[in-house]
């Protein structure tokens, strides 16, 4: 068992251990090749491609993401074997917090390496509420809110990700009252990412998210993103683990109205 580099030469054969229920992981994996932040790995056993994973830094804070196993590999500690070695990478890059995103099937494993669930992402699937009124304090970003944004964004998450926001700030939304950013939506990022620190900002931040997007994914911690669904009459299908390695970031779940995706929260 080797693990290595992956490259841009690799995508083409990704699909072969391209999880069932997955949507086409060449995308994100495509995307992580774009950035020096990111460190995409494969395993491979005798030159076939068995399995895959990324790290991803923000600062003092990193990220497993994207872990796949060839179905017709497990068992084996392919799954163990580079979750560990994507924890070495991080932890010789001095982070101080480790994170990863776990679906049911891969929480048993990260626990066996020493990942400490805190917290659970409640999903949800098949939303029509495209037509709901969006108030008039929703309005475009504009350049002039760039540091309010980031300083929103990390006294909700915990964490400095201002390199990975910043690409995606021309497509996003933000939520001003009284000139002061309560909240944004980040239309292009990965799910549609919302934070907002008042419950006012992030509901109608969802309503603006709900004209592009029939899902939805966001901590169990937030009543009031649960009970605006549940007063919409949608009920979560799943859930993933919010999985921390040894120690915990302080962070504010009630604030996240829709996370990225299952690489970053």
């Keep these: 068992m080797q693990i290595l580099t992956l490259t841009q030469s690799d995508i083409d054969s990704l699909p072969q251990i391209q999880p069932s229920d997955w949507t086409d992981i060449r995308i994100p994996i495509?995307?992580?090749l774009e950035f020096d932040y990111v460190f995409p790995f494969k395993v491979t056993i005798e030159n076939i491609l068995v399995g895959t994973g990324t790290a991803i830094l923000h600062e003092k804070t990193g990220w497993l993401a994207t872990i796949v196993t060839?179905?017709?590999?497990?068992?084996q500690g392919i799954g163990k074997c580079i979750t560990e070695h994507l924890l070495a990478f991080l932890q010789s890059h001095n982070c101080d917090y480790i994170y990863l995103i776990a679906t049911a099937l891969?929480?048993?494993?990260?626990?066996k390496v020493g990942f400490i669930t805190e917290s659970r992402y409640d999903s949800y699937k098949d939303i029509n509420l495209k037509n709901l009124v969006i108030s008039y304090n929703v309005t475009p970003y504009q350049s002039e809110y760039k540091q309010e944004i980031f300083d929103l964004d990390k006294m909700i998450s915990g964490e400095d990700r201002s390199q990975h926001l910043e690409i995606f700030l021309l497509n996003s939304f933000v939520y001003l009252q009284n000139k002061k950013i309560q909240g944004v939506y980040f239309s292009s990022f990965g799910d549609?990412?919302?934070v907002a620190d008042t419950p006012e900002a992030g509901l109608e931040l969802m309503k603006k998210r709900?004209?592009?997007f029939n899902m939805a994914s966001f901590p169990q911690d937030n009543k009031t993103a649960h009970d605006f669904m549940k007063f919409h009459n949608y009920s979560p299908i799943n859930t993933h683990a919010r999985m921390h390695f040894k120690k915990p970031m302080p962070w504010k779940p009630e604030g996240l109205y829709n996370r990225v995706g299952g690489n970053i929260g």
Excluded: M
């Excluded at 060839?70 to 068992?75: D, L």
């Excluded at 891969?106 to 626990?111: L, T």
């Design 210 to 212: 709900f004209q592009k």
């Design 70 to 75: 060839h179905s017709e590999y497990r068992n």
């Design 192 to 194: 549609g990412l919302i």
């Design 106 to 111: 891969g929480e048993p494993v990260y626990k």
């Design 30 to 32: 495509s995307s992580y």
